[in-house]
Structure formats: structure tokens, C-alpha cells
């Protein structure tokens, strides 16, 4: 059992940054992929990044703006978020799954979600 809490949201303006946080329980921290989804209003819930040991991936819109990284040490998982625009306004999850995937049903666990708003 994973637990997952999300933190660093908020409200920024757009070229700004921001750095999300995702705390996890449970010993088996470093076996998980991590990922980060988001959700807009009125939007299914889409994939952001994840990462695998040393293995990213990232939706292409966020391509050279975002980074995701983890510190196993510390349990947790970051996204940090650069030139911000406002369609990247959403809620943003984090997740933990098995195996490396961008698919929304490949992941066990999930957060509560941290909202992100950027304003023009």
C-alpha cells in the first residue's frame, strides 16, 4: 500500500514556476514508477511525466518545461514546472505504478491532487 500527499500548488503568472511535491508512505518507494497526471476542467485526466529509476518520459507539451526527479532517500517525487502557460492550469496528481507507462489505468496509487493556476 502506497500512500500519496501532493503539496507546492498554487497560483502563479504565466511564464512563472513552480515546483510540486509528492510525499509517499510505505518502504517500497524506490520499486515504484512515479508519475504526474493533470485535469482541467471539463477534461479527462492526462499524463504529465514520469520517471523510472533513471528513466523519464513526458507528454509532449511539456517537453524542455518541466522535470520530473524523486528523492528515495526522502520518499518523494518533484515536478518542477517551468515557463508556465495557462493551459497548463489543472489539478495535478501524482501516481505510482508498477511498470514505466503514460496510461492513467497502469497506476496503482494516487494522490488527492494540488491545484495549479496560471493566470495571462
Known amino acids: 500500500q502506497v500512500q500519496l500527499v501532493e503539496s507546492g500548488g498554487g497560483l502563479v503568472q504565466a511564464g512563472g514556476s513552480l515546483r510540486l511535491s509528492c510525499a509517499a508512505s510505505?518502504?517500497?518507494?524506490?520499486?515504484?514508477?512515479m508519475g504526474w497526471f493533470r485535469q482541467a476542467p471539463g477534461k479527462e485526466r492526462e499524463f504529465v511525466a514520469a520517471?523510472?529509476?533513471?528513466?523519464?518520459d513526458y507528454t509532449d507539451s511539456v517537453k524542455g518545461r518541466f522535470t520530473i526527479s524523486r528523492d528515495n532517500a526522502k520518499n518523494t517525487v518533484y515536478l518542477q514546472m517551468n515557463d508556465l502557460k495557462p493551459e497548463d492550469t489543472a489539478v495535478y496528481y501524482c501516481?505510482?505504478?508498477?511498470?514505466?507507462?503514460?496510461?492513467?489505468?497502469?497506476?496503482?496509487?494516487w494522490g488527492q491532487g494540488t491545484q495549479v493556476t496560471v493566470s495571462s
Open positions: 501516481a505510482a505504478a508498477p511498470r514505466l507507462t503514460p496510461s492513467r489505468g497502469g497506476y496503482d496509487y
Open positions: 520517471m523510472r529509476w533513471l528513466t523519464t
Open positions: 510505505g518502504r517500497t518507494f524506490s520499486s515504484y514508477v
